[in-house]
């Protein structure tokens, strides 16, 4: 990839990856990152390598913004094995147990997954990147061991039943929607637990994170076709706003003088008209030129506090 030898420039913006299966999400990153000649870039969210779907990778200012993105809540279309355990809840593990697992029917596996809807709690898998004294938990994982995780909250907002193949290793494939830190093959094995015959998830893609879609989003081969065909200017067309990130969020405009004492810092009065989000909500700041300033949270009175401001 010896193509650009342009230096490294500023870009901001978010652009929406569609990651293709048996890469990480650092190596992907790290493409994008290159194709588009950015300084400073992140992802939102990572993927295991296993795993397809939208990756939205935050450029410069963007990246002040992805905790909003991270923080947000996912959807994903996920196939599950039944009858096979594996110890990692995914298909890149060992295999631990196997039990014909032909006399579950469809209704079974319904009723069963209408226990986990609305809030709940889930122990996060061994096999993951959360770190405990320093060290993700699968570098422990590999060696055998088993360290206690506290159960963390979590919310199934929809959880349902795509199709179903029975046999003796039936395949299920399920739509889910749920909240931030939602381990989807923690729901495959604790799904196979209830069952009582054990699953692992086999296919995993994430069609929705937040406001963004997989609709939206580009394949790294597809962004390295528009970079040959037009160069860098072709990736940045398919950049996306930086308060992309807040997509659902109330907007307000301010004056001049209000948005110069904004962007040092200072709160700032908003007229009565601004109705539209509650006191402790967050809204994006845009000048009166539809600048985007920032984000900016709500106090009683009509008071506009600054939380995070950008530099576009």
Request: hydrophobic content about 40%.
């Amino acid at each position: 990839m010896s193509h650009h030898k342009q230096c490294f420039r500023l870009v901001n913006g978010i652009f929406l990856l569609n990651k293709s299966k048996g890469v990480s999400s650092n190596y992907v990153l790290q493409r994008v990152k290159y194709l588009f000649a950015a300084r400073k870039a992140g992802h939102t969210g990572s993927l295991d390598p296993l795993a397809t779907g939208v990756l939205p990778v935050c450029f410069g200012e963007a990246t002040k913004l992805s905790r909003y993105l991270l923080d947000s809540d996912k959807g994903y279309h996920s196939v599950f094995k039944l009858g096979v355990e594996t110890d990692t809840g995914d298909s890149e593990g060992r295999i631990v147990s196997i039990i014909d697992a032909s006399t579950i029917t469809e209704g079974l596996i319904r009723a069963t997954i209408d226990q986990f809807l609305g809030d709940t709690v889930q122990v996060p898998p061994m096999y993951s990147a959360l770190k405990r004294n320093g060290q993700p938990l699968y570098k422990y994982a590999r060696k055998g061991m088993d360290i206690e995780r506290s159960p963390r909250p979590i919310t199934i907002y929809e959880f349902k039943v795509v199709s179903f193949k029975s046999g003796v290793a039936p395949e299920l494939e399920v739509k889910i929607r749920c909240s931030k830190g939602t381990y989807i093959r923690s729901l495959a094995s604790d799904l196979g637990r209830l069952l009582g015959c054990g699953a692992h998830m086999i296919k995993l893609h994430r069609f929705a994170v937040g406001p963004f879609s997989d609709d939206m989003s580009v394949s790294l081969s597809e962004l390295r076709k528009c970079y040959d065909s037009h160069g860098i200017t072709a990736c940045d067309e398919r950049l996306l706003p930086v308060d992309h990130a807040l997509n659902a969020t109330p907007k307000v405009a301010l004056d001049e003088k209000s948005a110069a004492r904004l962007q040092q810092g200072q709160s700032v009065f908003l007229s009565k008209g601004f109705n539209l989000a509650g006191e402790g909500d967050i809204v994006r700041v845009f000048d009166n030129n539809l600048m985007f300033l920032g984000v900016g949270i709500l106090r009683s009175g009509g008071m506009l506090v600054p939380k995070r401001l950008v530099a576009l």
